[in-house]
């Protein structure tokens, strides 16, 4: 066995008590604390960022096509779905799936209330599966056979809440134009995704209802949502996707148009990096610490270690493997911290939040296997590294002097 190894293995905290056990203990408490708020605050972070992304994408996909005008309108201009785009787009590996979308303004008419809003149509090719998690109360739409228009629509809790409406609620909504039209709609399900520039706003319908108001044939639709396969690669596709649309079309990337959303995820990344930073420095300045301490502590058999023929680099390594080890129980404590906690919080939602301040209702985990082992990864090497800077001063130690060391 390797005797640096096995001196290691001879002080350490199981064979020893008092100050050195308690100085081996803290040590290995803070490795453990440290790794495991690491591990929580990624495991939250992604949670968060894929929870809330998710459910942009359910309601708008990654990027939207549609006519390129020069005026603000609220409404779409007509876009054909025999445009080349629309035609081919399955030959493009990266695109999963492609539906379309017409928006029109509209005022709801309730018993009491009067509301303006946002009617979305879609059509047979909307993803409600991706869309289903914000579903609260009810169910999607059913479409109708083709060339018919369904009078189903799926409101929002507020835009209900203002409007005292229900599952089974029958109301008028009033579309703008000239001359105003109405229609009277049935509200067969209700959504929440606590994003106010959706439920403010935006009721589902069918997209024919639209294509009926406007006069437009069946051909004509407002606009494509596109779905990529990778989301994280949204910015690569970018080029490649508006160099497949047709000329009169514009493209627009989801991230561009709810800029403060992700802007606001992107700072809550850049807030775990320096806490990351911070909890790393505080680990390895714990493990300098405690390793000058029990190299002070251990002086009287580093002299007689030497004094008996042992090298600096022997010596050095009796403290190196000590540290190790320390880390390693560390690391496994905190690893089933942190693991122990995700798998906790999303079983039971123990921690809840305030849904209108962090757009969801309970603390969000997403497991990025990946990224915790990255972590490991690192503070095991950051950590290792810093154990050399206390061993370096073994080489300094005199036989004479350490062996009457008291």
Do not use: C
């Not at 906790?344 to 123990?350: K, R, V, Y």
Request: a neutral charge.
């Amino acid at each position: 066995m390797n005797l640096s190894y096995f001196i290691a293995k001879r002080i350490s905290f199981k064979k020893t008590g008092g100050f050195t056990g308690t100085i081996h203990r803290i040590a290995v408490a803070s490795i453990a604390l440290g790794l495991s708020i690491m591990i929580i605050s990624f495991l939250i972070l992604g949670g968060f960022q894929s929870v809330i992304s998710n459910k942009v994408f359910s309601f708008t996909g990654h990027f939207q096509v549609n006519r390129f005008v020069m005026s603000q309108s609220l409404e779409d201009s007509p876009t054909s779905t025999t445009s080349d785009f629309y035609r081919h787009y399955k030959e493009s590996d990266y695109i999963r799936h492609v539906q379309v979308f017409a928006n029109k303004p509209a005022l709801i008419k309730g018993e009491e209330e009067v509301e303006g809003v946002m009617m979305k149509g879609v059509g047979r090719d909307f993803d409600s599966l991706a869309f289903k998690p914000s579903i609260v109360k009810g169910r999607f739409i059913q479409f109708p056979e083709k060339g018919q228009s369904s009078n189903e629509i799926v409101v929002s809790t507020k835009i209900a809440k203002k409007m005292l409406l229900d599952v089974g609620s029958k109301i008028t909504m009033y579309f703008v134009q000239d001359p105003p039209r109405f229609r009277r709609l049935e509200v067969v399900g209700l959504y929440e995704t606590f994003l106010e520039d959706f439920d403010d706003k935006f009721v589902l319908g069918d997209v024919r209802v639209i294509q009926v108001l406007n006069d437009w044939d069946e051909d004509k639709v407002g606009g494509f949502e596109v779905f990529i396969n990778d989301p994280k690669n949204i910015d690569t596709y970018e080029d490649e996707l508006y160099e497949s649309i047709d000329y009169d079309l514009r493209l627009t990337k989801v991230t561009d148009r709810f800029i403060q959303i992700f802007d606001w995820l992107e700072l809550l990344n850049n807030n775990v990096y320096v806490f990351l930073a911070l909890i790393l420095f505080v680990a390895s300045f714990n493990m300098v610490s405690i390793l000058f301490i029990l190299i002070m502590e251990r002086t009287s058999m580093i002299g007689l270690l030497k004094a008996m023929g042992s090298t600096n680099r022997q010596i050095r390594n009796i403290f190196i493997w000590n540290g190790i080890r320390i880390i390693g129980r560390g690391m496994l404590l905190g690893n089933l911290i942190g693991l122990g906690f995700g798998l906790l919080q999303q079983s039971t939602h123990l921690f809840k939040l305030n849904a209108e301040n962090y757009y969801m209702s309970y603390v969000p985990i997403v497991w990025d296997w990946p990224i915790i082992f990255g972590l490991n990864v690192l503070i095991m090497l950051i950590t290792t590294l810093v154990l050399f800077i206390p061993a370096v001063i073994i080489s300094n130690v005199n036989p004479i002097k350490s062996i009457k060391f008291d």
